[in-house]
């Protein structure tokens, strides 16, 4: 059951440019969709969201942009620091019926190289 | 920044044996959740809490497995009877209300081990 699927299982970028993140999901029924950080040792932590409304969100460095005929989205950090190396979650959520559980990604592991 | 606090960090049990994992929710949180992760695998929704009561559980989440709230901080998660493939990485999460954001919190997790 991969609802939502994030292809590349590790991406590295060099440090100043461009970090693409790449996510497709299956279900129709999602309509909110979520970016999640995650250090070693540490839980998920919530990074940027974005509702089926709307085909862009920017919050800083990060934006997240939603094509909705092809099921995708996608997460840009610019420009990429070292801080930011970590793994990358996408998860996705069917608000309207009331459910409240996220499904997730199964993760890319980004590094940034100094 | 409020945080979810999870204890143990690890547990080690042997197989069969009855484990709780422990979390204390942000404080004024309404909805709790328990989601895991297998080495190598994605993170998985298991189950949700709401007003005393199990709002939603996923196939995981069978007789084996059970929730509390005993008081009001604490949020439990007690695994009845071990087995091997229970091992994994167990985080609690909360957040505030259920419509108007779908953020939540995560605890850092508890590494469970079942020998």
């Known amino acids: 059951d991969q609802q939502v699927k994030q292809n590349s299982p590790s991406l590295s970028v060099q440090e100043g440019r461009i970090s693409i993140l790449n996510c497709d999901y299956t279900?129709?029924?999602?309509?909110?969709f979520l970016w999640y950080k995650k250090y070693p040792a540490e839980g998920p932590t919530f990074l940027i969201s974005?509702?089926?409304?709307?085909d862009k969100n920017e919050d800083g460095r990060f934006t997240v942009f939603l094509n909705k005929s092809a099921k995708h989205l996608s997460l840009h950090i610019v420009p990429s620091q070292p801080g930011d190396s970590a793994v990358y979650f996408c998860?996705?959520?069917?608000?309207?019926?009331?459910?409240?559980?996220?499904?997730f990604g199964t993760g890319t592991r980004l590094t940034i190289i100094p | 920044e409020p945080e979810v606090t999870q204890t143990p960090s690890h547990q080690v049990t042997q197989m069969g044996q009855e484990v709780i994992l422990r979390c204390v929710p942000i404080s004024n949180h309404l909805y709790f959740y328990w989601y895991r992760q297998i080495l190598g695998q994605k993170v998985e929704f298991l189950v949700s809490f709401y007003n005393n009561e199990i709002s939603e559980k996923s196939e995981i989440f069978d007789d084996q497995f059970s929730v509390e709230r005993p008081d009001g901080s604490n949020f439990t998660l007690k695994i009845r009877s071990t087995k091997l493939e229970d091992s994994a990485m167990y985080f609690c999460a909360s957040r505030g209300t259920a419509t108007t954001n779908e953020k939540l919190f995560f605890g850092s997790g508890t590494q469970l081990s079942v020998l």
């Open positions: 279900n129709s029924m999602f309509d909110y």
């Open positions: 974005i509702s089926s409304i709307k």
């Open positions: 998860a996705a959520s069917a608000r309207g019926f009331g459910n409240e559980k996220l499904t």
